[in-house]
């Protein structure tokens, strides 16, 4: 529920403002420039922050008689303006050390005047100015949103800026953008704001209005550079000082610094008055400075950038929601009339694509069928099979068209029975796979009316073998005709990456070999991670755990004798060229803070934790248990191994053979070290298991055993602070 409410505020926000977001930004980068293109002309002088008013003050009226004020800008160049002798006031810049003109402030150009009339104001005055403060504000809600929403995607703030899950360019942009430009788009937004409340804020007091006219004094006349206060100021901390405009005593020197403003005796050099800036002000002041880059060049062009961004979340925010509704089948039979139910949980579109695929070849082999999202739930008075397609989302959680499911199930109690098959789509990397899937399941379970056809069926990374596993099984079970869908056969091309052979070894006697790959467009890989290999440029995905080896991908392979995927890898050369993906596996990563991992593998299990090794730089003790069936297939790992010992990378290795010698498994090498497994739980230690289900099955049952010697309960609650790590199939 939490998260469709930020992804409906989110949206919301962005298609209230997005054309005035879009105008702002476009702006926005333009705008940008202008503090750039000011400060190229570099008229600062050297002397500039060695200087004090009482220095800089006199000599500019010795230099320019008529002058009526001097102020610095922003890039603290010395700007003089005074009455010039032809008439008319004039304005150069100078150097304060020696009133030498250095030049003239040129006309602001007409294309920035009036990008920056737009920006500000729309060309409609005091309303355009409202409607960009309210802008602003809604980027602040639109940022604020967005925050919560990668929160959630995350699983959490300590994930905020972990990797994050590849699922298409436009959501995968969204956020990681969305995370490098936060800071900045929050910096805009929160000032353009509060430049836009400022104005509706009562002005200021003027220091001149604390004058006591009666306390004016002439005597005793000093030199201006005399002047205590002129000589305590520095010339940086000016921000403009207005000269009398005549000789009358009632006429003062008004100086406006960085914190305050003073009146200024023109003959004694006493402070007549002085006010401190109030706090909004100064936020006006310092709101101006970030909103238009005036800080600095630096930040001119990271704002420019930002607004960049911004332009490009509406793009891509955009794309998002289209694709999240784009595919929908539109229904041919009304709900009440529908023999077939398709129901359907989908937080980005994905399992649609699967579903549309089933009702289109339904509805072409003439049967009554009706899609519509799990949420939707309602009466179908005439439905006999319900076909329930979700993926889960957030933490096994339903994903949002699917969150009212449980009500509407209790709402609407079928009054005839109906068979239902439920098909979960998720991904292994999480590690409540499935889990709402599963949650249904229980749900209809408890009706009166849903019979099950089959068990769930699960769909791991929208695997289109995974999926046409279940179609076989439903298919066989309820009579209905039906053929893969070609476009679910095809691998999803937008993801695959070209890969190069480095190296490879023959099939050893027990047939296994290690080949590397390299890849530029893979270079983000960890190890831990799969790479899913189509052998016939099918559906038909083969997975294998990488190990990063010398910043190559490296495979171990188990040659089978009509295995597809290592056939396949076997019969590649080194410099063949093949297209794969990678799937990220981040439940199975190389723990960052740990005292000790041991690490139980049998057979080519061993692949992940070759690279876990080699990368072990901050030399975590390492304990590996590897299993395999006799010696000569340990020897392919055996020289590698052996250096990591020597190095320092692997604290100890423990061989155990199942057809040799003591012809043990790892499961029972573990027990027999119960007291050191333990202690390592114990003290916050790692495991972490690679290899097959049989194995994974053996050793959890004796790491039961170990750990019920202190708590009985502590295992499950080990599986799921990460304590223990599995990746076996
Ligand atoms: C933020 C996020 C959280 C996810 N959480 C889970 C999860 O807990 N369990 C799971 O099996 N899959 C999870 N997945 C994977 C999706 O269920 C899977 O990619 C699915 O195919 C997406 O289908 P859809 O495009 O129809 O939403 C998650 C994906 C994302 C992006």
Redesign the pocket.
Known sequence: MIISVWRYSHLTLAISSFLLLTIASVTGIFLAFEPVIEKSRDYKAASFDTLTLAQTVPLLKEKFPGIQEVSVDDHQFVLVKYAAEEGGDQQVYVDPATGKVLGIPTEKLPLFQWMTTLHRSLFIHETGRILMGITAFLLILIAVSGIFLVV????GWKNFFSNV?K?GFA?YYHVVFGRISLFFILAIALTGTYMAVYRFMPTPGKASALIDESQIKEEPLKELSEFTVLQQTPLSSLQKLQYPFSDFPEDYYNVQLKGRELCINQFTGDILAQQNYTKTYQLANFSLRWHTGRWGTIWALLMALASAYILFFIYSGFAITLK?RRGRSKNKFKAKDARILIL??????????FADAIYTQLIRHGEKVFITDLSNFTAFPNAEQLVIM????????A?SNAKRLADRIRQYPQGQTIQYSIV?????????????AFDIEKLLQKTSWANPVLPVY?????SPQDFSGWMTEWTHKTGFSMLMPRELLEPDTADLKKLSVTSRTNPDEEASFIIQFKSSQLRHAVSGDLLAIYPRNDHRERLYSIGKVDKNIQLSVKLHEHGLGSSFLNHLQQGDIIKAKLVKNQHFRFPKKTKKVIMVSNGTGIAPFLGMITENRRKIPIELYCGFRNRSSFTLYEPFLNKQLSKGNLASLSLVLSREEEKEYVSHRLLKNSDAILQCLKNGGVIMLCGSLSMQNDVMKVLEDICSVEDPMRLPELVAQGKILTDCY
Request: one cysteine or more; charged letters at 20%.
């Open positions: 959630q995607r995350q699983n899950e699922t959501q999240r359907v949980g989908s937080e980005n579109g994905g399992t649609f694509k979700t993926s889960t989302y957030g933490q096994g959680d994903p979960g789509f998720g991904s292994r990397s999480y590690s409540r796979f499935c889990q709402f699960t769909v791991n990374d929208k």
